[in-house]
């Protein structure tokens, strides 16, 4: 059974960066990873996802240059690297897994997710 727990969320003031973490077990493969964000009364959007043989990093267009995510297969982490973060980037912060070595856009391709982590960002 794969489990996700993401960290690193928190309260920062706008042009702050900030740095999420998301650590996958309980599998010995890993196919394909995305962060996905949740604004409060929003749909849950795809922020970006990577492949764990090198397929992307995939962004949103909204987010290309301002995030970045990375792996470390040897630790099994996910990363999102977000720099000068903005009020409207205030969300809860998902990490996703999918058995397919594309990422996409798409929530229901996701068979994987953690809890989330919050990320408040004031102006």
């Known amino acids: 059974q794969v489990q996700l727990a993401e960290s690193g969320g928190g309260s920062v003031q706008a042009g702050d960066s900030l740095t999420l973490s998301c650590a996958a077990t309980?599998?010995?493969?890993?196919?394909?990873m995305a962060w996905f964000r949740q604004a409060p009364g929003k749909e849950r959007i795809f922020v970006g996802g990577?492949?764990?043989?090198?397929?992307?990093?995939n962004y949103a267009d909204s987010l290309s240059g301002r995030f970045e995510i990375s792996r470390d297969n040897n630790k099994e982490t996910l990363v999102l690297q977000m720099n000068n973060l903005k009020p409207e980037h205030t969300a809860v912060y998902y990490c996703?897994?999918?058995?397919?070595?594309?990422?996409?856009?798409?929530?229901?391709?996701?068979?994987?997710w953690g809890q989330g982590t919050q990320v408040t960002v004031s102006s």
């Open positions: 996703a897994e999918r058995n397919d070595r594309k990422p996409s856009p798409q929530t229901y391709e996701y068979r994987y």
């Open positions: 990577i492949s764990w043989d090198g397929n992307g990093p």
């Open positions: 309980g599998s010995t493969v890993r196919y394909t």
